[in-house]
């Protein structure tokens, strides 16, 4: 099991920028595909951004697509979601997971360890 620990978050308005940072606690970070969700009250999580192990492939849902930037640091065991051109329908708890699979870099159930989450809400 990886224990991953959120960073980053908070209030911006539209037009701003965030970046969100996912702390892994593994020896074999590289192994592991991370995923970044998000959830809004009421809605089943939703993916967001995926990048495998090596950080030689990634995935986007098409409304963040040319707008956010998923990367990853495998010497510091660091995964990052870069968020530029935030929109209010942004808005909502962010989580990053790990999982193990590339095919299921979309599901949230090919994945076996989550972040606590952090917030992001982006003001009109």
């Known amino acids: 099991q990886v224990q991953l620990v959120q960073s980053g978050g908070g209030l911006v308005q539209a037009g701003g920028s965030l970046r969100l940072s996912c702390a892994a606690s593994?020896?074999?970070?590289?192994?592991?595909?991370i995923g970044w969700f998000r959830q809004t009250p009421g809605k089943e999580r939703e993916f967001v951004a995926g990048?495998?192990?090596?950080?030689?492939?990634?995935s986007y849902v098409d409304s963040v697509k040319g707008r956010f930037t998923i990367s990853r640091d495998n010497n510091k065991n660091m995964g990052y979601l870069q968020m530029n051109s935030l929109k209010p329908e942004d808005t909502a708890m962010y989580y990053c997971?790990?999982?193990?699979?590339?095919?299921?870099?979309?599901?949230?159930?090919?994945?076996?360890?989550w972040g606590q989450g952090t917030q992001v809400t982006v003001s009109s």
């Open positions: 990048i495998s192990g090596s950080g030689a492939m990634t």
């Open positions: 997971a790990t999982g193990r699979l590339w095919i299921t870099v979309t599901n949230m159930n090919g994945y076996g360890s």
């Open positions: 593994t020896r074999t970070f590289s192994i592991y595909t």
